[in-house]
């Protein structure tokens, strides 16, 4: 128990040598069994994470803003076909065509930032040579 008083105003009558240090570095509030209360001085110095070779652990990411639109766009499209498809379920004509131009729109738009993508990008077109090798039947 403490010896302290505390009133609506705060502590009355501090106990001498229990007063809170503030802005004392080299103490840490201890984790463990959640009481808390005293710290313990620091040993080590906090961890720096660098890699071996000093380079960066993860590599930037290679995306314009084209792909997140493009990952966007294609789920707010599917969202809203969802949408449309349980308008149509409980017969509500109004809702079932905002959802379907409202998909319409997104996978349009979806669409465009793909091809943006693909055309800014050397060789993205590789895949396409495959369709032209393709027999057709005559």
């Not at 502590?11 to 201890?30: C, S």
Request: glycine content about 16%; charged content about 15%.
């Amino acid at each position: 128990m403490s010896s302290n008083a505390v009133g609506r105003d705060g502590v009355l009558a501090p106990a001498p040598g229990h007063e809170a240090l503030t802005g004392q570095g080299g103490f840490r509030r201890r984790r463990g069994n959640g009481r808390g209360g005293r710290g313990e001085r620091v040993m080590v110095p906090d961890a720096t994470f660098t890699s071996y070779y000093g380079r960066p652990v993860v590599k930037p990411s290679p995306w314009t803003e084209d792909i997140p639109a493009y990952l966007f766009l294609g789920g707010l499209a599917g969202g809203s076909s969802l949408l449309a498809a349980g308008a149509d379920l409980t017969s509500r004509p109004a809702l079932r065509r905002i959802g379907r131009l409202g998909a319409l729109a997104g996978i349009t738009v979806s669409f465009g930032a793909l091809c943006t993508t693909c055309a800014s990008r050397p060789g993205s077109t590789t895949g396409l040579r495959v369709l032209a090798q393709i027999p057709t039947r005559s």
